[in-house]
């Protein structure tokens, strides 16, 4: 892993709420024949003032760590780590990688990406941001059991932190049609064809049939559980083919909390955010049964 120049392609960043399809869609792409993209780096918490970053831990041993995710030289991932900033560090980082694995172009998923996009566009301006949206009844079911953020406030409050953001950096004009794309979860577990195809074409690729072909990424699970000990539910599974009983999983749900969790997003000023996702929902519902 030489020092190379920051990379010479734009890159693609993919963010979402937890639990969305983030990865799902990172896999995905990442089987194109040009898209470098592997695990979440979690770069934009990267601080080198204070030399620490994602939980509190060292700069030292996440960038050690995502040398061995990545499966690059820790020695000259450490060398890159004495960067001024969390963007320049990635950059070289993917630059690297990229070729390494004889692509040309990086892709980076991080969920809080979608919180960043202003971080994103100042350092990357011809970059594409891709916003993978879920049902979110589904993804409060998904994360409460994964044992995360389980009540109605703790979940409102993260999926306001990300719909929010893109709402006021919309409004500011920072992310638009031409840079930021979004994908809806329900169609791409339906039918990948139908979303990876505009998709392919937002990022300005060819397109490859195998991209909307997966059969599961059983690698990614091993090496963060040999790595870290822990037992991600996101990768266990996305080890196994593509398939949908993750979608209305929403059904455990009572009425109850249904309303509850949309008054509690109401309240808060993005109700009709909130509503827009569960037209969409809806519509894609219906679109799904007509092709069964």
Do not use: C
């Amino acid at each position: 892993m030489n020092a190379p120049a920051p990379a010479s392609t734009d890159p693609i960043f993919i963010g979402g709420m937890f639990k969305s399809g983030t990865s799902l869609v990172r896999a995905m792409l990442g089987q194109h024949p040009a898209i470098a993209s592997g695990l979440e780096t979690n770069w934009f918490e990267l601080d080198f003032a204070t030399g620490t970053g994602h939980g509190g831990a060292s700069i030292e041993s996440l960038v050690a760590q995502l040398a061995g995710f990545y499966g690059e030289d820790p020695a000259a991932a450490a060398a890159m780590a004495g960067r001024r900033s969390a963007e320049e560090f990635l950059d070289l980082f993917m630059a690297a990688h990229t070729p390494r694995v004889g692509k040309r172009r990086w892709a980076e998923k991080t969920p809080g990406n979608a919180t960043v996009a202003d971080r994103i566009f100042a350092r990357w301006p011809n970059a594409k941001l891709v916003h993978v949206v879920r049902d979110p009844r589904d993804t409060f079911v998904s994360l409460r059991q994964a044992g995360k953020w389980g009540t109605i406030d703790a979940f409102g409050d993260r999926w306001m932190a990300v719909f929010g953001a893109l709402e006021r950096f919309r409004t500011a004009g920072i992310v638009t049609p031409a840079n930021t794309l979004e994908v809806r979860y329900e169609a791409l577990v339906a039918q990948p064809e139908s979303v990876m195809r505009p998709l392919l074409a937002f990022l300005g690729e060819e397109w490859d049939p195998v991209v909307a072909q997966f059969q599961g990424q059983p690698d990614d699970h091993q090496r963060v559980l040999a790595a870290t000990g822990k037992d991600s539910t996101t990768l266990a599974a996305l080890a196994k083919p593509l398939h949908r009983d993750r979608v209305g999983i929403r059904g455990v749900l009572s009425s109850i909390e249904a309303d509850d969790l949309r008054a509690y997003i109401t309240s808060r000023g993005l109700g009709t955010a909130y509503m827009k996702v569960l037209g969409e929902t809806l519509a894609i519902d219906l679109w799904t049964q007509k092709l069964r």
